[in-house]
């Protein structure tokens, strides 16, 4: 099972993880809901396409853009339509 934590939380856990890049991609129903928040960040990324993210809130405390994902990503990338990846802090265990 693997598992991201951030402030002493768990905040996603599943055993279907896709890695892409060193990223361990959750599915989406495996990310607990009541800790994200919507953000209005997005990257793009040439062979994925453009990032949306979420911040987390844990206990009040807030970590800013800690989790993204794909809404629609391009052809290459399908394998990650779906799901969320982490960084900024989270742990991935």
């Known amino acids: 099972m693997t598992t991201a934590s951030w402030n002493g939380t768990v ?4 055993d ?11 599915p ?3 990310v ?6 919507p953000s209005a960040e997005q990257t793009l990324c040439p062979w994925k396409g453009t990032a949306s993210y979420f911040d987390l809130e844990v206990d009040g405390r807030v970590n800013a853009a800690a989790a993204w994902y ?3 990503p391009k052809d290459a990338a399908q394998e990650i ?11 991935i265990r």
């Open 70 to 72: 794909y809404p629609t």
């Open 28 to 30: 989406r129903d495996a």
């Open 11 to 14: 905040v996603a856990e599943s």
């Open 32 to 37: 607990r809901e009541d800790v994200l928040r």
């Open 81 to 91: 339509a779906g799901r969320v990846a982490f960084w900024r802090g989270v742990e």
């Open 16 to 26: 279907d993880i896709v890695t892409v890049e060193g990223n361990a991609y959750f």
